[in-house]
């Protein structure tokens, strides 16, 4: 399984940024955005079931961000809007079989981070 995630950057805080992920690989599967601050554990952000569609997000970003999949294109995108300082983080696409889990551990296959950075 290899993931590629791209989109991060400098934004304001109350825009919007797409982060992407190419997949390859394995299908009928979890998939994950998890990030991490300086300092700080890796937190889940947002899960999709591959097949089905079915999401479970962070209580931090419910509201905030989207995530979704285009299943002939084989990417996952997480749509983030109405950013904060407190997003700024490096973003981490993930992958498992099983159930969206909130546990970083539960997640073998991992994608380079991206780095979020939101400004006050």
């Known amino acids: 399984v290899q993931l590629q995630a791209s989109g991060g950057g400098l934004v304001q805080a109350g825009g919007s940024l797409r982060l992407s992920c190419a997949t390859s690989?394995?299908?009928?599967?979890?998939m994950g955005w998890f990030r991490q601050a300086p300092g700080k554990q890796r937190e889940f952000v947002a899960g999709?079931?591959?097949?089905?569609?079915?999401?479970v997000y962070a209580d931090s970003v419910k509201g905030r961000f989207i995530v979704s999949r285009d299943k002939a294109k084989r990417m996952l995108y997480l749509q983030m809007n109405s950013l904060k300082p407190e997003d700024t983080a490096d973003y981490y696409c993930?992958?498992?079989?099983?159930?969206?889990?909130?546990?970083?551990?539960?997640?073998?296959?991992w994608g380079q981070g991206t780095l979020v950075t939101v400004s006050s």
């Open positions: 690989g394995r299908t009928n599967y979890v």
């Open positions: 999709i079931t591959w097949n089905w569609g079915t999401t």
């Open positions: 993930t992958t498992r079989s099983g159930d969206i889990t909130s546990n970083a551990s539960d997640y073998p296959w």
